[in-house]
């Protein structure tokens, strides 16, 4: 069993910040990617951004130069710096690894549950 847990999300005013982080925990052998995603009501899940864990980072143009992501290995943690946030940046924000239990298996991938991030005009 493998499990994202995130945390952080909330309602933030236009311009603000906020700081999400997610841990992943369980029968885990090694995780490549890790990184955000998020899903507004009536569209799609999109990218956010993601981090390999040899470092390399890749971003949607929506959020470029206002979120950063980055990671802690040697505790399985992916966080996302959100700044200067706006409204069309609410959403619920999920939390994804590719994630892999044993030395023989493939890597997977693994969700969390999501937290709600809600920006006010």
């Known amino acids: 069993q493998v499990h994202l847990v995130e945390s952080g999300g909330g309602l933030v005013q236009a311009g603000g910040s906020l700081r999400l982080s997610c841990a992943a925990s369980g029968s885990i052998f090694s995780i490549d990617a890790m990184g955000w995603y998020r899903q507004a009501p009536g569209k799609q899940r999109e990218l956010v951004a993601t981090?390999?864990?040899?470092?390399?980072?890749n971003y949607a143009d929506s959020v470029k130069g206002r979120f950063t992501i980055s990671r802690d290995n040697a505790k399985n943690m992916v966080y996302l710096q959100m700044n200067s946030l706006k409204p069309e940046d609410t959403a619920v924000y999920y939390c994804h690894g590719e994630i892999r239990t044993t030395i023989v298996s493939a890597f997977n991938n693994y969700w969390g549950q999501g937290t709600q991030v809600t920006v006010s005009s």
């Open positions: 981090r390999a864990r040899g470092g390399s980072t």
